[in-house]
């Protein structure tokens, strides 16, 4: 997952919405939305300054509204955003928490604009609400303008909630959670578990955690790389008596963990890695590296202060996003150009077995293999507006199943056991499938991480729940939550 702090996507999606409960039927009638996004030359310096600029609104449909809280943006993706947050103040409203731009609000629309200078350039963001409907949806439009041209997106506005009006969790229950203040603002990534430490990969570091007591889980060590970088991942090696953590970043970071309390850099690899997988084959572990040029090396990190470059993999997509592996044949999304199967079991000449191209978003973003009823299969998600599982007959690289929850929250990682998959959806918590039946997938437990109303939330897409691991043996799953740092939960799922 990369972050972004401007990006619109000029895309339509699919006009879907769903109503909320403060439906509103003597409310007057308004147009249906029809969400998509438009480019457009910017016609003036002061474009979209102005309420008036997104078009006509029918009047008084806000009359009574109260705005408070976080609210969703549907049916097509608006650029790295997926809701708007208010909060009103007499004729004003603070929008997504920022006190520096106050906007308006009318009984007939709500407006705010504001200017953000990012490398030289004058952005102009403007935000609109209005057109109350009678199932209690609004129409919300969001225009940025950087001087030369304006993108405009138009969506379907409804009320955060959790999918389907669910409680906090069903099968999995919180236990225990770390996010200490001294950790400051940034993004939590991945977690890996060996025994019972938990190393949490975050924007500022690896953070090795005991958590013996899993309510009660205890920083013991931080590693901070002394360069800048984007370590987005990491995977564990023991060699002898040490233990390793491989970081994804460019360069890998191989930091020497044995000391929990006192880890430090041994090597790095001249690679430049987002995602890291970790095999054990014929007495020695590889390590293969999702990397941002669209390759998939393959080393031997049997020692790992001492790597050994062996071969490595070129897909034509934008980059190797991620990957699983068994048994020497790596399943690489490749993201723009699909989900590959590649053959390294002779490592310094890796060949294509298959591939599942185009994915529906044409994001390929993450998977992990097993059999089940007969069949070899893959769970395949991408990472997108309208990312979602789909199962992969891995005989003839086709879906054969998929499972969802909203188009507007994308599911991120995945780990399967036997039949029984786990995955971080984003917003959507995580989530615990039943999959012995490729064919009929089937929720058997689910954990909603983020609160759509609580103070921790953002409007970015990518929020919530986002790495995982699972402790078969303790029944705990671990959650690298971006907003709320691990989250320990206990397993109850059949």
């Keep these: 997952m990369k972050i972004a702090l401007l990006v ?3 895309a339509c999606g699919d006009g879907s919405h769903a109503a909320i409960p403060d439906a509103t039927p003597d409310a007057p009638s308004v147009p249906m939305v029809t969400p998509g996004c438009t480019a457009m030359a910017q016609a003036s310096a002061d474009a979209f300054t102005k309420a008036s600029d997104f078009g006509p609104v029918v009047p008084g449909t806000l009359a009574g509204w109260d705005p408070d809280g976080r609210w969703f943006l549907t049916g097509t993706p608006v650029g790295s955003v997926s809701s708007f947050f208010f909060a009103k103040q007499g004729t004003q409203v603070i929008v997504d928490r920022d006190p520096s731009a ?4 009318d009984d007939d629309e709500l407006f705010q604009v504001s200017t953000v200078d990012q490398q030289g350039v004058r952005y102009t963001v403007a935000k609109r609400v209005s057109n109350r409907a009678a199932d ?11 001087g030369g041209m304006c993108r405009v997106c138009t969506a379907v506005m409804v009320r955060a909630t959790h999918f389907d009006n669910e409680g906090e969790g069903s099968g999995l229950a919180l236990v225990g959670q770390l996010n ?8 939590t990534f991945n977690v ?7 190393y949490l990969i975050r924007e500022d570091g690896l953070h090795i955690i005991e958590t013996q007591d899993p309510a009660h889980p205890v920083e013991l060590g931080l590693y901070r790389r002394a360069m800048a970088g984007y370590s987005n991942d990491v995977k564990l090696v023991d060699a002898g008596a040490k233990r390793y953590a491989i970081i994804a970043d460019y360069p890998v970071d191989v930091v020497d963990v044995t000391d929990p309390a006192h880890p430090a850099l041994a090597a790095q690899i001249s690679e430049e890695a987002h995602t890291v997988a970790v095999e054990h084959r014929d007495n020695k572990v590889y390590a293969y590296f999702g990397n941002y040029d669209a390759n998939c090396p393959i080393y031997d990190v049997t020692d790992p202060a001492h790597a050994t470059k062996l071969g490595s993999f070129h897909t034509t997509g934008q980059l190797v ?8 044949i790596a399943y690489l999304n490749a993201w723009d150009a699909g989900f590959q199967v590649v053959d390294y079991t002779t490592p310094a000449s890796p060949h294509l077995l298959g591939t599942w191209a185009p994915t529906p978003t044409q994001t390929s973003h993450s998977n992990w293999t097993t059999t089940v009823g ?5 769970l395949h998600g991408e990472e997108a507006y309208g990312a979602h599982l789909h199962i992969i007959d891995l005989a003839t690289m086709q879906p054969i199943a998929e499972w969802k929850t909203r188009d507007f929250v994308s599911i991120h990682n995945i780990m399967v056991f036997g039949s029984k998959a786990y995955f971080t959806h984003y917003q959507d918590g995580v989530r615990v499938l039943d999959v012995s039946d490729p064919l009929h997938p089937a929720q058997i437990g689910y954990y909603n991480t983020w609160d759509p109303q609580a103070d921790y939330t953002s409007s970015d897409f990518f929020e919530g729940a986002v790495g995982i691991d699972v402790d078969m043996t303790r029944h705990l799953v671990f959650v690298a939550d971006s907003p709320r740092g691990l989250l320990i939960l206990s397993d109850a799922t059949p």
């Design 8 to 10: 619109l996507l000029a």
């Design 102 to 105: 106050p906007g308006t609000i």
């Design 136 to 146: 209690g949806t609004f129409r919300a439009e969001r225009a940025v303008c950087d």
């Design 180 to 187: 200490d203040p001294g950790w400051g603002p940034g993004y």
């Design 192 to 198: 890996r578990v060996a025994g019972t430490l938990a």
């Design 321 to 328: 996003h991620d990957l699983s592996v068994d048994s020497g």
């Design 374 to 378: 007969g069949k070899h299969i893959a």
